[in-house]
């Protein structure tokens, strides 16, 4: 057998290894990784175009385990690139000669585990102060206050209100992990009930009319003929027998072509990015990101810390890094974590109808009615989130 799962304290036990983990740091790329830790560039010049551009996704700040002999040799590495696939890089033990330092790489699914929970928090400050004392969880309390950002107003609660709110999120090593999905949520403002629920087809949410409740402030970044790569976080290739994620939305469009700034933000990056060659990066309210990537040129005058306002052109279409054609790479990034960018700038309307409409208020009054039993059975046990450690992903080759 030449792969063998076995758990981290096995590993520990018999060959004295040892897990670190460390955090990405800015201007870290995939390239200065290697080269720090004496692995041959070739691992990632062999790669194929599409393996390389997920290995530009390496963003500052994520966690990363490395797995060590006892002679501090790497045996194995995990990093994170989305929400669902890290880059796992091994030690290649095939080898006839076994002095051979040569590594292997593949893209392996995250192991998290995902709860669902209704809790019920009784307002003693703020809903977003009380939710973050509730369950520590400072994203859910952020993705609570943008859903109800455009139905009400927070300052009109007074102590004694309730919220009620559930929720999945995804915990990893003990450790909230990705953005929170809101199912449906309540808010109690002076004795009156405001709700919102998520609509699972089109993932946003709505009030209890079906009328829309998200403010879409993206929009598509260029004229183009068709998107040759849609966005995706990890689909089985058959053939190829592994997992394959599209983080972005590829535009093809002829070189040349003018590229617009999604959203109003601030331009924080503007360079050469990897496998993304001529890159931009900007940063928008609501801890947004998107990159434009492949580019042939920058507009000339823009330089990292320049604002530009939606629209603004910024660049021109082309094929820089690791490209097949002339095509813009779209990413969008929530939380440093790429989203597909759809759910974001589709033309929406403003309210469900028809079928959509019947089916969206069925699925709601169930939702409705768990949301009042929360509250009336006080549920608001915190989560202990240490309960939530994940055996060791790292796997150990034999
Ligand atoms: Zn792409």
């Not at 330089?303 to 097949?324: C, D």
Request: hydrophobic residues 35%; contains cysteine.
């Amino acid at each position: 057998m030449k792969i063998l799962l076995s758990l981290l304290f096995i590993i520990s036990a018999l060959f004295s290894a040892e897990v670190k983990e460390l955090t990405w740091k800015r201007g870290e790329s995939f390239l200065t990784f290697l080269n720090a830790h004496n692995i041959s560039q070739d691992l990632y010049f062999n790669l194929s175009k599409s393996d390389q551009e997920l290995c530009s996704e390496l963003t500052a700040g994520i966690k990363y385990q490395i797995l060590y002999d006892d002679n501090e040799n790497i045996l194995q590495v995990l990093i994170p690139i989305s929400e669902e696939m890290q880059i796992h890089i091994s030690k290649n033990n095939n080898n006839i000669n076994k002095t051979n330092n040569t590594y292997k790489v593949d893209f392996v699914p995250i192991q998290f585990t995902e709860i669902t929970q209704s809790i019920s928090i009784p307002i003693k400050w703020s809903p977003y102060q009380d939710i973050l004392d509730n369950t520590s969880n400072k994203l859910l309390a952020n993705e609570f206050i943008r859903a109800f950002k455009r139905s009400v107003d927070f300052r009109k609660m007074r102590v004694g209100d309730n919220i009620a709110i559930k929720f999945t999120q995804r915990i990893r090593n003990g450790r909230y992990f990705g953005n929170p999905i809101i199912h449906a949520a309540m808010v109690e403002v002076r004795k009156r009930k405001h709700y919102i629920y998520m609509n699972d087809n089109d993932g946003r949410y709505y009030d209890e009319k079906a009328r829309s409740l998200t403010s879409f402030f993206m929009k598509v970044p260029l004229r183009y003929r068709r998107i040759s790569d849609p966005f995706t976080y990890k689909r089985w290739h058959p053939i190829k027998k592994r997992y394959r994620a599209h983080l972005g939305i590829d535009y093809a469009a002829p070189t040349g072509r003018k590229i617009f700034a999604s959203a109003d933000g601030k331009i924080i990056h503007r360079g050469r990015k990897g496998g993304y060659g001529k890159t931009i990066m900007i940063r928008h309210k609501g801890n947004y990101r998107t990159l434009y990537a492949h580019m042939s040129r920058y507009r000339s005058g823009l330089k990292v810390g320049s604002w530009v306002k939606q629209g603004r052109h910024i660049g021109y279409v082309g094929s820089t890094g690791m490209s097949t054609g002339p095509h813009l790479h779209f990413g969008l990034y929530k939380n440093g974590r790429a989203v597909n960018p759809n759910k974001i700038i589709t033309i929406t309307k403003e309210k469900l109808s028809g079928k959509a409409k019947k089916k969206f208020l069925v699925s709601i009054k169930k939702l409705s009615k768990e949301l009042l039993d929360t509250i009336d059975n006080n549920d608001n046990t915190p989560l202990n989130i240490q309960d939530f450690k994940n055996k060791s992903e790292l796997k150990l080759v034999s």
